[in-house]
């Protein structure tokens, strides 16, 4: 019996010890395979961006599909071409994308990672639709800055031109050395949303649609859609909505402004009944316009979704658990639509 336990005890100290190498192996190989992920896009942005920076014309602004002094939507049929030729991105795959970023930018939180990644630099991920006050905490721990460097940073971004608390902190993957300064950090972001926005911001842009506002209905568009296409479809009920001066009524707005209180816990609450009445200028459903800055910072694809919005009838919307998104041309058939979904309205 006791030759019995022995064999028994030794198989399972083998079976450990083969479990705890299958996990260092498992945990190296995520690391180097998410830090090639992040190291090959900073190397493909800088490529790209370099090569786009140095033959910048007319011909790679953004394309404008809305007139909004004649309060109407005209698509632009070079939209997807446009997509496919300036931008790194892609539209049918965008879910994949959005969800690689958001593991990476939550591993990227543990210290254990950043120094099995590297020992002399940091990772640091930005998820499109994060505010700037999550942006700032998140790089701070990871940079180990005190209160006075996490200060310096925010502002450094915030005064640059267009000068905007919101909207400048631009997503995405850097990669920078471990002891890396506020000043050293914000012009890397300044300088990543100088080439992918302004670059692209021309003067004939500008006159169609302000920065601002373009910057302001992609980041509630961040936080209301789940792709590309999504967002603009969502993008054409936002500008039909502001074209008849009808309140947005949108619940990111609203998650802002509760997440903006000094007693609020979580920087996205989940919205109930009664927050519809907080007294903001965030408050999308007391106030008709935008709201007065972008509530978050957006993708480059945000913002072309919000210069071109789809060309629809719709005026309310919503999503199922699923993602999948429904609209309607009046709020008798957005209820009727939603008792169909839900089995009763919201």
């Known amino acids: 019996m006791s030759n019995f336990i022995t064999s028994v005890q030794r198989i399972l100290l083998r079976a450990g010890i083969i479990f705890v190498l299958l996990g ?4 190296f190989g995520f690391v180097f395979w998410s830090k090639s992920i992040i190291h090959e896009a900073t190397l493909s942005m800088e490529s790209r961006v370099t090569t786009e920076t140095a033959t910048t014309t007319v011909e790679n602004n953004f394309p404008v599909g809305v007139n909004v002094l004649a309060k109407k939507i005209a698509e632009d049929p070079q939209v997807e071409l446009y997509v496919e030729t300036f931008l790194s991105i892609d539209t049918t795959n965008s879910r994949r994308g959005r969800l690689i970023d958001r593991v990476l930018a939550q591993i990227a939180q543990f210290d254990w990672y950043q120094n099995l990644a590297s020992s002399v630099s940091r990772i640091l991920v930005i998820y499109p639709g994060e505010r700037r006050e999550e942006i700032v905490e998140n790089i701070g721990d990871i940079l180990k800055w005190d209160d006075t460097e996490r200060k310096l940073f925010s502002t450094y971004i915030a005064q640059a031109e267009p000068v905007l608390a919101e909207g400048k902190f631009f997503p995405g993957r850097y990669v920078v050395p471990s002891d890396a300064t506020p000043e050293n950090v914000a012009d890397l972001l300044y300088e990543r949303f100088a080439e992918e926005i302004l670059a692209r911001y021309g003067v004939a842009v500008e006159a169609q649609v302000p920065l601002k506002d373009a910057l302001t209905i992609a980041s509630l568009l961040e936080r209301e859609a789940y792709d590309f296409t999504d967002m603009r479809y969502i993008s054409g009920i936002i500008w039909n909505r ?3 001066n009808m309140p947005l009524q949108l619940d990111a707005s609203l998650q802002y402004a509760r997440g903006s209180k000094v007693t609020e816990k979580l920087w996205w609450p989940k919205i109930v009944p009664k927050d519809k009445y907080i007294e903001s200028p965030y408050n999308t459903y007391q106030n008709p316009g935008l709201p007065p800055t972008p509530i978050a910072n957006p993708s480059v694809e945000a913002v072309v979704a919000a210069l071109n919005p789809r060309e629809t009838d ?8 699923k993602g999948v998104f429904y609209c309607t041309e009046d709020y008798e058939a957005h209820v009727a ?9 919201r």
């Not at 639509?337 to 839900?342: D, E, R, S």
């Open 24 to 27: 260092f192996v498992s945990t």
């Open 242 to 244: 502001l074209f008849i």
């Open 314 to 321: 719709c005026m309310f919307y919503f999503h199922d658990p």
């Open 337 to 345: 639509k939603l008792k169909a979904v839900y089995g009763r309205g």
